[in-house]
Nanobody, 125 residues
Framework: QVHLVESGGGLVQAGDSLRLSCGAS????????MGWFRQAPGKEREFVAG????????SYADPVKGRFTISRDNAVNTVYLQMNSLKPEDTAVYYC??????????????????WGQGTQVTVSS
């Protein structure tokens, strides 16, 4: 069992940056492929970015390519999402997720076994 906790969300203006963190307890995150998803009001939860167990592989959704960077530090059991040049359309609750299979490219939320509670990101125009 893995318990995931996101932090770092907040209210920012368009063009600002935020860094989200996803910490874990229970088991080491190095065993899991990791993903960040987001869900805006009235919309489906969507894939944002993923990273392989070692951190050597990453994957991004088209709307965030070039602006967001996913990384991980397995020594401190944490995954990060650096978000730059934020836009109002990035407003959502952001969730981190862990996949026992190691997948980090799957856009299907059912491929991930464990989820955090989410952190709100609001970008004003």
């Amino acid at each position: 069992q893995v318990h995931l906790v996101e932090s770092g969300g907040g209210l920012v203006q368009a063009g600002d940056s935020l860094r989200l963190s996803c910490g874990a307890s229970g088991r080491t995150l190095s065993s899991y492929g990791m993903g960040w998803f987001r869900q805006a009001p009235g919309k489906e939860r969507e894939f944002v970015a993923g990273i392989s167990r070692s951190g050597g592989g990453t994957s991004y959704a088209d709307p965030v390519k070039g602006r967001f960077t996913i990384s991980r530090d397995n020594a401190v059991n944490t995954v990060y999402l650096q978000m730059n040049s934020l836009k109002p359309e990035d407003t959502a609750v952001y969730y981190c997720a862990a996949a026992q299979s190691g997948t980090y490219t799957s856009r299907n939320r059912n491929a991930y076994n464990y989820w955090g509670q989410g952190t709100q990101v609001t970008v004003s125009s």
